[in-house]
């Protein structure tokens, strides 16, 4: 990384935008671009409109994550994520609340949903390939308080960059939870690079989350 010296004064802080109106801008801009998207997925070509995406996402909030991918109930699912940063919900329910109903090609999400079937997805992270059905998870529940600490295992964990083993942790959590579900709910996430004791696969920690709403 290369640091400049600054030679003028830095500016005063800019009035933070109108989640409403940066949301409205959004999707005008979403509407005017949606033609060239589509031709773009028609191709099977999507990295040509992710310049225009990645533009079209910094300027509803420039910390903001986004994800083309295919839907579940739709053809295409797009997503927009403040990874459950709450200074970031005013914007991605905005965001939300503005956006067009979902149709049969297009769903709309403020946050990544659940993989209908996590052990079924395969992760492909460098030359590693992870299929979340190995992943292993020791959960400890605290059902006074509705939470739960997991501990996260994967043989490849243990051979990943702090970055990408992460990442690998955090990752299996959100497709089988979703990433609402499992901010509200995960207190302590861990890897593990050996496989505790008494774990359980991703739709058994599916099942286990899901009591504690009942």
Known sequence: MKWFRRAAPEPAPQPTPDPAAAAARFWADW????????????????????????????????????????????????????????????????????????????????????????????VNLGPHRVALADIRVHAQVDRAAGLVDVAVHHPVLAVLD?????????????????????????????????EPEDSIDLLELRRLVDTLDG
């Open 31 to 122: 509407h005017e671009l949606l033609p060239e998207i589509s031709a773009a997925l028609g191709d099977n070509e999507p990295n040509r409109v992710e310049n225009a995406l990645c533009e079209l996402v910094a300027a509803l909030h420039p910390d903001l994550h986004f994800s083309l991918d295919r839907g579940h109930r739709s053809i295409y699912s797009f997503v927009v994520s403040g990874q459950e940063d709450p200074l970031l919900r005013p914007t991605t329910d905005a965001w939300k609340a503005a956006a067009p109903p979902d149709t049969a090609i297009w769903e709309f999400h403020d946050s990544v949903p659940p993989v209908p079937d996590p052990t079924g997805v395969t």
């Open 162 to 194: 702090p970055a990408a083993r992460a990442a690998m942790t955090f990752l299996p959590l959100d497709a089988t939870l979703g990433e609402r579900v499992a901010g509200a709910r995960l207190r302590r996430v861990e890897a593990a690079d050996v």
